[in-house]
């Protein structure tokens, strides 16, 4: 058994992940709820196990017991629910709960996360530039938590301690005009803020330009990363939470289909995640705050809160992979594909 002091690095380095160690299966590990590194509850090492010299993990994540699937992440925008005000500006309503869930991100890894409506990340909100937001934000963990939006809002919508934080049990109602446009993000901005980040309190924020885009395929990446055992390196990294999910079920899409992707990097502890597309390029729209690309090209680093949308179409049939491009992240579970038919 590997002792679960080793570091994800030192393994990396000298067994390629468990590449080759066939008999480990998919070890079982459970993090602590103190945010202590749980050393003595660990049965091994806390990153996603491999079949013997491929990618991908043995066995599956229960998506039903996590209460979400990445599948469903993917796609899922919610325009809340919607009304009109007094001057005839759309009204787009949320309620997010704030709890403590523990979740699979990987087979057989666990991890006490801290999320918004029981998902990690939490739900993608969408809304047209100019729509007025109302978030109510009820606190059901014994934390103190808020919503920060990326975008224009007032002081007092912040969503930062002094501004819009809740105490354990108590709602904060954000209220705000939607804008700039863009591929943006929210997160919670309580102290310690890497741990309420880390934890999984995020999501996405897609707001649409006033006469909005060109017909896609949409779909939403959060790059993250969980930091299982609490030893300040994290051991699973993915897009939208689970490792390897995409890669074990390829995410169907059609030949001369445009494809619109809104990536947006929440990775805590690292300092730059990345999104690689195989055997094509994308028009990458910084921020997603033009209607004209910024530049054509196959790869796009990014520090944390760091978003972009992109646009590609592939031509040719077949399984294309899409990845970070630090070859660590991509063999502790951020390896994806499109099965382009």
């Known amino acids: 058994m590997i002792d679960g002091t080793f570091s994800r690095r030192a393994l990396i380095g000298g067994a390629g992940l468990l590449v080759g160690a066939s008999g ?137 301690p002094g501004a819009g934080e809740a105490a354990p049990g108590e709602t904060f109602t954000y209220d705000f005009v939607a804008g700039p446009f863009g591929t943006h993000l929210y997160h919670c901005h309580s102290l310690p803020l890497a741990t309420h980040i880390q934890r999984g309190l995020y999501g996405a924020f897609i707001v649409d330009p006033p006469g909005g885009r060109p017909p896609a395929r949409e779909m939403v990446f959060v790059l993250n990363a969980f930091d299982t055992d609490f030893d300040g390196e994290n051991e699973v990294y993915a897009a939208n939470t689970i490792a390897f999910a995409y890669f074990d079920d390829p995410i169907p899409i059609a030949a001369g289909e445009l494809q619109r992707a809104h990536v947006v990097n929440i990775t805590e502890i690292d300092p730059v995640n990345s999104f690689h597309l195989h055997a094509n390029f994308f028009q990458l729209y910084r921020t997603g705050t033009r209607l004209e690309p910024d530049e054509l090209t196959d790869t796009v680093t990014m520090g944390q809160a760091e978003r972009h949308m992109i646009e590609f179409t592939y031509h040719e049939r077949g399984r294309f992979m899409f990845h970070a491009h630090q070859s660590e992240f991509v063999q502790l579970g951020w390896m994806s594909s499109f099965e382009v038919s």
Do not use: C, K
């Not at 459970?30 to 990153?47: K, L, M």
């Not at 994540?61 to 996590?66: E, F, L, P």
């Not at 001057?87 to 949320?94: F, I, L």
């Open 24 to 160: 480990f299966g998919a070890l079982a590990a459970r993090a602590g709820s103190d945010g202590s590194d749980g050393s003595d509850e660990h049965n091994g090492h806390n990153g996603p196990a491999h079949a013997h010299g491929s990618l991908g993990t043995v066995g599956t994540v229960d998506s039903a017991r996590n209460g979400f699937h990445p599948h469903q992440i993917l796609t899922d925008f919610d325009g809340g629910g919607v009304s009109s005000d007094v001057t005839g500006r759309t009204v787009r309503e949320y309620q997010f709960v704030a709890a403590v869930q523990e979740i699979e991100v990987a087979p057989g890894v666990f991890f006490e996360a801290w999320s918004y409506n029981g998902r990690v990340p939490g739900p993608t909100i969408r809304a047209t530039q100019g729509d007025r937001i109302r978030v109510e934000l009820v606190n059901a963990s014994p934390h103190p938590h808020t919503i920060h939006f990326h975008g224009f809002h007032p002081a007092a919508m912040d969503g930062v």
